[in-house]
């Protein structure tokens, strides 16, 4: 199979069928084998009414349903689960990201050699004040912190090879930071297509403000994760110890200089009066408590099991590979 395409959606009702008609319309253009995966989040409209009237009409439509809203880096980790195609897309249900730029987007993950294809909607008809001011300072924050040089990782529309969806973990609401999962899974070579952005056409959108203060937290976790996911005594131990050993040379200052005191016959006070004392003192607790955690999360990390991140109600139509 050429091409799986996946569309995480959320009350999209409207949009469904003239999504899905214009894929075709590529897809047979383009005389491509493919699947259709609508992993439908929960909605609370018609949406998956409408999906399994497309399945039934067309054979390379499948469905996932969730039992509630999980998020879409749940709905993305179930749809590249499922995914069977050689190259995998990723799109929006809203008619915001074209289809047609899916022929481009394969062409370069096949021929042109890249893992991932990130689309860059340069062009944006959203509001410059609410998304694209703070969109843009996002993004900036994001390369910068890590090291991936894309102009939009908000962009849904995006081009995998099957190999990368396969080995990436996709949870939280990490589906921002895809690209930045791939590259520390060990896929590098990374590109960026500019590609066209569309007003929207049918509802609302379903992401307020606080996108984006929700990205720059995720930011902090990925960037915490790829260089201390897989160590973190390396983070914690490390300034649990520097901090143990300031208190511990704090308070051995303190009765040095109190012992010196007396053996010269200076007037003293007691070691609980020095209020340094006490800094020390927490300072050391602080560090030890800081080393605790850095082992606790070796040993996590060690005996960790996969927890059940969603719940699946409805599968439509799909194709159980071959042994």
Request: glycine share 8%; net charge neutral.
């Amino acid at each position: 199979m050429n091409v799986s395409i996946i569309i995480p959606l959320l009350n999209e009702e409207e949009s469904l069928q003239e999504l899905l008609n214009w894929i075709v319309s590529v897809m047979k253009t383009n005389h491509y084998t493919y699947e259709v995966i609508f992993i439908d989040d929960g909605s609370s409209d018609k949406s998956w009414s409408i999906i399994e009237q497309l399945s039934a009409a067309h054979p390379e439509v499948r469905g996932i349903r969730f039992l509630k809203n999980f998020g879409k880096s749940q709905a993305l980790h179930a749809g590249f689960d499922k995914a069977q195609g050689d190259v995998v897309i990723t799109m929006d249900a809203d008619l915001q990201d074209n289809p047609e730029e899916i022929p481009e987007l394969y062409n370069m993950i096949q021929n042109g050699g890249f893992d991932l294809v990130s689309g860059w909607k340069k062009k944006r008809y959203d509001s410059v004040v609410s998304k694209n001011l703070p969109s843009k300072l996002f993004n900036w924050a994001a390369r910068k912190t890590s090291g991936v040089q894309l102009n939009d990782f908000n962009c849904g529309l995006k081009a995998y090879k099957n190999i990368v969806v396969k080995n990436i973990e996709v949870s939280g609401e990490m589906h921002r930071y895809i690209p930045v999962l791939a590259k520390n899974a060990g896929f590098g070579n990374i590109g960026e297509k500019v590609v066209q952005h569309q007003a929207r056409k049918y509802g609302e959108t379903k992401f307020g403000m606080e996108r984006f203060l929700n990205g720059f937290l995720d930011l902090i976790t990925i960037w915490f994760l790829s260089r201390f996911g897989k160590r973190p005594m390396h983070l914690f131990g490390a300034l649990g110890v520097v901090m143990f050993m300031i208190g511990f040379v704090s308070t051995g200052f303190i009765i040095g200089l109190k012992l010196i005191k007396l053996y010269a016959g200076l007037p003293t006070i007691l070691v609980t009066e020095n209020p340094l004392f006490y800094i020390a003192l927490t300072t050391m607790i602080i560090g030890t408590q800081l080393f605790l955690a850095g082992f606790l999360g070796e040993i996590i990390l060690r005996t960790k099991n996969n927890e059940e991140r969603y719940k699946i109600s409805d599968v439509l139509n799909f194709i159980q590979p071959t042994q």
